[in-house]
């Protein structure tokens, strides 16, 4: 079985700068000591070692990109907001019982949501520096997925009793609230709410996300793109085996390192928009309990209120373990479309077909993808993985991908039902 010989590949490295920052090779047979590439046989391998210490080739050939620097503004934010919320949900609970206001509970239980959600981010980004182990190869990403599928079950819970007491209340009409106790507790809800939102705008405003020290957007890397496919002749994929490229892409704060304008952590984002969320139905207490003081007739605006936040928990809950219930079925993420991957696997150079296409969530923001590309023999299989890699990564935000890459054969493909694409 022929091989690319140590010299070519050293030659190709220098002048395709276009191949993977951070990939790594691997192949099957033809296993020689002296060849720089990690090969892989039933019997031996070759380290890569000889590769990465050999000063002639670009160091960005490392199949691990450096680390990304921890977003300590945002955790700092997130935890004294969490400390916020946690008080103002006590004095809610308090204020609730103290003035029978199925209202003010129901929005304490909302305050709860918001904790949770809270003590998961900041979970998250804690778990989510730990090393992988051998048991747990993907570390402990899907954390925070479990955290949260946890929060939405407790509070469906909580609001299903809240609900319950509403209902009797709207039945009976044997009950007493207390409005003062009610402005007060929604005037406190309200101020804590503008604070809370300010402490978490400040960091929009603030804090850039921290980069890498090279980009990852395939035009700094120290070498030219710009190369053409006029390669050696004598450099065609002979082997039969498929070659494999596993690539692991940087990510700050999750996301993909493709903005040219600085963003927000994301954490950041999903609080103050359930801070948003927390003031406006503060708000909708007030008024209640505002309708209450001057019309004590209208005390069923109590349960009403009950009902109404009742559905706007349930409304942002649904949608959160829709998404639960996506990840933990390793379903195609709904921002990223299926067909439109392919099309655009398809469209590069060389490209005859793309099978076993696999996209799935490892949690709430990060996507995987694991494709085989069949491609013409005459084709050179560095160009079309770099190709591959770079359109993935900047078109459809792939956090982490395998892509491995094998000569094309019509009569197998057309007859091997694993290599046929899903039609629906």
């Known amino acids: 079985m022929n091989i690319y010989s140590q010299d070519q590949h050293i030659r190709r490295s220098q002048t395709d700068g276009n191949a993977s920052d951070d990939s790594l090779l691997l192949a099957n047979d033809g296993v020689d000591a002296r060849t720089p590439l990690l090969y892989r046989t039933d019997n031996s391998s070759v380290i890569r070692d000889e590769l990465l210490s050999n000063q002639s080739l670009s160091p960005s050939i490392h199949c691990h990109v450096p680390d990304d620097k921890f977003d300590y503004g945002a955790r700092n934010r997130l935890i004294l907001v969490l400390f916020i919320c946690i008080i103002f949900m006590i004095i809610e609970i308090v204020g609730g019982v103290l003035s029978n206001s199925t209202a003010v509970v129901t929005d304490a239980a909302h305050m709860g949501i918001d904790c949770a959600s809270f003590l998961i981010s900041l979970t998250a980004m804690y778990l989510a520096r730990k090393r992988p182990t051998r048991k747990l190869s993907f570390g402990y990403i899907r954390a925070e997925v479990l955290g949260a599928l946890l929060s939405v079950l407790t509070i469906w819970l909580v609001t299903g009793v809240l609900v319950y007491m509403a209902i009797e209340r709207c039945i009976y009409r044997q009950f007493e609230v207390k409005p003062l106790e009610m402005i007060i507790v929604a005037s406190c809800g309200v101020v804590f709410n503008i604070i809370m939102f300010f402490t978490l705008h400040a960091n929009m405003c603030g804090t850039s996300v921290p980069h890498h020290g090279h980009s990852h957007g395939g035009h700094h890397h120290g070498h030219s793109h710009s190369h053409n496919d006029s390669h050696d002749s004598t450099s ?189």
């Open 236 to 424: 065609t994929i002979i082997n039969t085996e498929p070659i494999v490229a596993d690539i692991i892409v940087g990510q700050v704060g999750d996301q993909i390192v493709k903005h040219k304008k600085p963003t927000t952590n994301i954490n950041i984002r999903a609080a103050i928009i359930h801070v948003i969320g927390d003031f406006v139905q503060s708000v909708g207490v007030l008024c209640a309990a505002i309708l209450i003081k001057f019309k004590p007739e209208y005390k069923l605006a109590d349960p009403i209120c009950t009902f109404v936040f009742s559905v706007l928990v349930l409304i942002t809950t649904i949608t959160i373990m829709r998404d639960i219930i996506l990840v933990l079925m390793e379903g195609v993420p709904s921002n990223i479309n299926y067909a439109q991957v392919v099309d655009d696997l398809l469209r590069i150079p060389g490209v005859r077909d793309a099978h076993s296409l696999h996209i799935w969530s490892l949690s709430l923001q990060r996507t995987a993808l694991s494709v085989h590309i069949a491609i013409d023999s005459d084709r050179d299989y560095l160009t079309v993985l770099s190709q591959a890699q770079e359109m993935l990564r900047h078109e459809h935000s792939i956090a982490r991908m395998t892509i491995q890459v094998e000569p094309y054969d019509a009569h197998i493909m057309s007859s091997c039902e694993n290599c046929r694409r899903p039609v629906t």
